[in-house]
């Protein structure tokens, strides 16, 4: 049996760590623990819930806006203020394009490299490039000449000793296998992303001001006047920059990373069948199409137990718990129960190993991330959970389209679909959703805007004289790691209790009071180990739930400066 650390993982947002028994070239056990703690929800109590949402979006500036979104939505239904169709689409407009940028960048700058060999790429033939790149689509950048300079630019990196973010990786290990021209049209789509999703982010800063985090959030709205005839507000000019965005980020997703993930999905086949973990499923639905007190959800909320595919439940909050059994915080009811968020308590008391660190104590609190549990059960959130949900639902049915698309032209069965290549296809899948229904919002508003509807904020809510003295609420997002809450509790005007509890929160806790693993580690039970000291695959499992540890625990030790560091022993 070799135990295996690493600590931190990189390519992610914030501090983790993964300890694992490797044994017969397997993991037998892992556990997942997260290595800092931020306190957000801590800093919100006793202020104005009108400013909660701009804390709160500081919980991360990966997903951006995602926490202002939860958190608007949680104030909004306790103090019932609803937001006007306006604001309803240009908050799904917000969410839609942060979905969508993530899911790239995720794809190209933070997985990618888990299965393209930067190395490799540098002795593929670019005339060979240019074929393949040619097809499997019809990007117009797939020229030999196009290729050629791609792999000099590498090269003169590598040649001056200058890898950068390309360093610290396990180029040349046995498990890559791509051969070097598909290497060289994913490094190549690597750079193109990196300008892409910048240039794609500016629906943030048209509508938001800024990213990350945007500055157009109101509590009952939006801030942002909305008229055809006004310089400084949305208007026509303002619709039209936004078709042209949108245009563009289809065009991305349709012409590169779909066909780059159906390119590079074959060499790999065997990982449809490994990393499955927890099997059940939850998605908050989000994407309201219309302004009901219960708005049909682009995106359906379910919850899916044990793969089975043939029954969606109803996701109810109130059976939704987290322990701190094996987490760094004290409950006051003691450490065996499970706390409704309403009821949540955020008490930190650090209990880990002191510095050098060699081992979590796994038989006692190991992480900051609560372990949250629905109906007693750990469950997996983000896109596969999502696209799981909907294609079981039947709705969108563009999800069911083109899941069974990919799967076809994968020669792979559903089941597939349950696994470490199925969250990466799923993500995919998911960007191409949600880029097509973007127009539908641009439509919408330009609509509204036509019928000179310009109605952008509940007003009638705003003064806290007219909010109950003592009030409850809880707003939900699909965020693009999964199913995001917060739940906030107002007395005499002023936040008395905020809870968040987070999709990374979800996929990366620990164990609970039953012993019961979290995603994380139950995903990597099974995953090959073919060097314990490179362990490359665990990592492949580990980045395929794009982890947010900034988010999971909404002051980093400073003694520990390494870029990374794998430990066997
Ligand atoms: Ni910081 Fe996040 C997302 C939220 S976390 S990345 O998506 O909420 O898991
Ligand atoms: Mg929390």
């Given at each position: 049996m070799t135990h295996v650390v690493v600590d931190p993982v990189t390519r992610i947002e914030g501090h983790l760590r993964i300890e694992a028994e490797v044994d017969g070239g397997a993991v037998k056990e892992a556990w997942s623990s997260c290595t800092m703690f931020r306190g957000i929800e801590l800093i919100l109590e006793g202020r104005d819930p009108r400013d909660a949402w701009a804390f709160a979006q500081r919980i991360c500036g990966v997903c951006t806006t995602v926490h202002a979104i939860a958190s608007i939505r949680a104030v909004e239904h306790a103090i019932g203020a609803v937001p006007p169709p306006n604001a309803r689409i240009l908050r799904n407009l917000i969410i839609a394009a942060q979905n969508v940028q993530d899911h790239v960048v995720h794809f190209y700058h933070l997985q990618a490299l888990d299965w393209v060999d930067i190395v490799s790429a540098l002795s593929a033939d670019p005339a060979k490039t240019s074929s393949l790149a040619q097809s499997i689509s019809d990007w117009p950048l797939s020229s030999a000449r196009y290729f050629a300079g791609v792999r000099d630019r590498v090269k003169a990196f590598v040649e001056r000793g200058q890898l950068g973010i390309f360093a610290n990786a396990y180029w040349g290990h046995s498990a890559y296998r791509l051969p070097p021209e598909a290497n060289l049209m994913a490094v190549a789509h690597y750079l193109e992303a990196l300008d892409w999703q910048r240039r794609f982010i500016k629906i943030h800063a048209i509508l938001g001001g800024k990213n990350p985090h945007l500055q157009s959030f109101l509590v009952g709205g939006m801030a942002t006047p909305v008229d055809p005839d006004a310089q400084a507000s949305l208007n026509m000019g303002t619709i039209a920059a936004l078709r042209k965005l949108v245009a563009e980020g289809l065009d991305f997703v349709t012409r590169v990373y779909i066909p780059d993930v159906l390119a590079i999905a074959p060499?790999?086949?065997?990982?449809?069948?490994?990393?499955?973990?927890?099997?059940?499923?939850?998605?908050?639905?989000?994407?309201?199409?219309?302004?009901?007190?219960?708005?049909e959800l682009y995106i359906p909320a379910g919850i899916i137990r044990n793969q089975d595919l043939a029954h969606i439940e109803p996701v109810d909050q109130a059976k939704i718990v987290e322990f701190v059994t094996h987490s760094w915080y004290d409950y006051s009811v003691g450490d065996g129960e499970g706390l409704n968020p309403y009821k949540g308590e955020t008490h930190p008391n650090y209990t880990g190993p002191k510095p050098p660190y060699d081992r979590l104590h796994t038989d006692q609190k190991y992480s900051w991330l609560k372990s949250p549990r629905y109906d007693g059960v750990p469950m997996q959130v983000g896109p596969l959970a999502r696209m799981l949900v909907a294609y079981a639902s039947g709705r969108p049915a563009r999800v069911k389209e083109l899941v069974d698309k990919a799967l076809t032209q994968l020669g792979a069965p559903a089941t597939a679909l349950f696994s470490t290549l199925g969250r990466i296809a799923a993500r995919a899948i998911e960007s191409q959703v949600l880029v097509e229904s973007m127009g539908m919002y641009v439509e919408a508003l330009a609509e509204n805007m036509a019928r000179r509807d310009y109605r952008i904020q509940d007003t009638s809510r705003w003064d806290p004289g007219s909010w109950p003295k003592d009030c409850f609420g809880a707003g939900f997002?699909?965020?693009p790691r999964g199913s995001l809450g917060h739940w906030v509790h107002i007395k005499d005007g002023r936040i008395a209790k905020y809870q968040c509890v987070v999709p990374s929160t979800w996929n990366a806790g620990p164990r609970d009071a039953k012993g019961q693993s979290g995603p994380y580690e139950a995903a990597l039970v099974g995953t090959p180990v073919a060097k314990p000291e490179q362990p490359l695959e665990i990592l492949r499992t580990v980045h395929s739930f794009d982890p947010c540890m900034a988010c999971g625990v909404h002051v980093v030790d400073a003694t520990r400066r390494e870029l990374a560091r794998v430990r066997v022993s």
């Open positions: 060499f790999y086949k065997d990982w449809f069948a490994i990393g499955a973990g927890v099997t059940n499923f939850m998605s908050y639905g989000d994407f309201p199409l219309d302004d009901n007190p219960q708005p997002h699909e965020a």
